[in-house]
C-alpha cells in the first residue's frame, strides 16, 4: 500500500554554531499514513513539533492543517501541494497552531 512517511522534529542541528537547516535527531515522532483515494489523517502533532520531513513513496497531495472545531480532521485536496513519488521535503509549522488546544495534523489523498 502506498504510505507517507511522517518525522518530526523540534529543532534543526547546528554545526560550529550555526543551524544548519538539518532536523536535529532524535525525532519527537515518527508515523506513517496510507495514501487512499480518500483524504486520512495522522495523529496530532507532538506540541513541541516545529519541522516535519514528509516522504512518500507514491505520488500524493498532503496537506499540514489545524484540527477545526468538531474536531474535524484537515481535509487533502488533490489540487494543492502535489509530491511526486519517492520524494523527501521538509516543512515548518507554526509553532503556535501546534500549540493550540486541537493542534495540527497532516492529512494525504493520492494524486497524479
Do not use: W
Request: proline letters at 8%; aromatic letters at 4%; charged letters at 15%.
Amino acid at each position: 500500500m502506498p504510505t507517507l512517511f511522517v518525522r518530526e522534529y523540534a529543532e534543526v542541528a547546528l554545526m560550529n554554531g550555526v543551524a544548519t537547516g538539518i532536523p536535529k535527531e532524535p525525532a519527537l515522532a515518527a508515523y506513517s499514513i496510507a495514501i487512499t483515494a480518500g483524504s486520512l489523517a495522522g495523529p496530532a502533532l507532538n506540541s513541541r513539533t516545529r519541522f516535519l520531513q514528509l516522504h512518500c513513496d507514491a505520488i500524493c497531495a498532503p496537506v499540514i492543517d489545524a484540527v477545526t472545531v468538531g474536531p474535524t480532521d484537515p481535509v487533502a485536496d488533490v489540487t494543492k501541494d502535489r509530491m511526486p513519488a519517492n520524494a523527501t521535503i521538509l516543512r515548518g509549522v507554526d509553532p503556535v497552531a501546534v500549540q493550540q488546544s486541537l493542534g495540527m495534523k497532516v492529512a494525504v489523498i493520492t494524486s497524479t
